[in-house]
């Protein structure tokens, strides 16, 4: 008895293309979702916890490094 392997897999025939949208906005949302938590866990850090500062320094620092954060994770920034 022969089996029918019409249906197997051949390397590099199927179309990836909702994989890697799926894929390519997941990692977007990871490294955008990281620089917004980063970003507010330092201003209310310095905002509640560092004497002597206020909303003002919170946030500009927050600020700061919003900026770098965003010139940092940039499409065009790394690509390969």
Do not use: R
Request: hydrophobic share 60%.
């Amino acid at each position: 008895m022969a089996a029918d392997h019409s249906g197997d897999y051949h390397k590099g025939e199927m179309d990836i293309h909702e994989q890697a949208a799926t894929f390519d906005m997941f990692t977007g949302m990871a490294k955008w979702g990281s620089l917004v938590i980063a970003v507010g866990l330092l201003f209310f850090t310095v905002w509640f916890a560092v004497k002597g500062a206020g909303f003002i320094p919170a946030a500009i620092s927050a600020f700061v490094v919003a900026v770098v954060g965003f010139l940092a994770l940039k499409k065009g920034a790394n690509a390969h």
